[in-house]
């Protein structure tokens, strides 16, 4: 199928800046939507940026003007981009992919999740 890997995670002081990527590979006919997740103990996994093939963007309330979300087509990468950051955006964040794939079992869209890394914010 496919297999996200996700790297880039780690501590950060507060105002700070991190960079996440995530490598899609795998069997897939293309990537469509990606996108970056995060979840805090506790709490719901809520969306923090999508992105579409065309590079047309969208952002959680909590983070918009301070993260960017980007893509390479060509490397099959999604970027994350944390800038001013605040105790509250730690968590473990995710990659999320829509893929188009064919296979004896599957013709059509399935959506794949990377393991997750841990961001955490504090002094």
Same mark, same amino acid.
């Given at each position: 199928?496919?297999? =996200?890997?996700? !790297?880039?995670?780690?501590? +950060? ?7 996440l990527s995530c490598a899609a590979s795998g069997a897939f006919i293309s990537l469509n939507r990606m996108a970056w997740y995060r979840q ?6 809520? +969306?923090?940026? *999508?992105? *579409?093939? $065309?590079?047309? *963007?969208?952002?959680?309330? !909590? +983070? ?5 979300? !980007?893509?390479?087509? $060509?490397?099959? *990468? #999604? ?5 001013? =950051?605040?105790?509250?955006?730690? $968590? #473990? ?13 599957? =013709?059509?869209? =399935? ?10 914010? !504090?002094?």
């Amino acid at each position: 199928q496919v297999q =996200l890997v996700e !790297s880039g995670g780690g501590l +950060v002081q507060p105002g700070g800046s991190l960079s996440l990527s995530c490598a899609a590979s795998g069997a897939f006919i293309s990537l469509n939507r990606m996108a970056w997740y995060r979840q805090a103990p506790g709490n719901q996994r809520e +969306v923090v940026a *999508t992105i *579409t093939r $065309a590079g047309v *963007t969208n952002y959680g309330d !909590s +983070v918009k003007g301070r993260f960017t979300i !980007s893509r390479d087509n $060509a490397k099959n *990468t #999604v970027y994350l981009q944390m800038n001013s =950051l605040k105790p509250e955006d730690t $968590a #473990v964040y995710y990659c999320n992919a829509e893929a188009s794939v064919s296979t004896r079992q599957v =013709l059509g869209v =399935l959506y794949y999740w990377g393991q997750g890394t841990q961001v955490t914010v !504090s002094s």
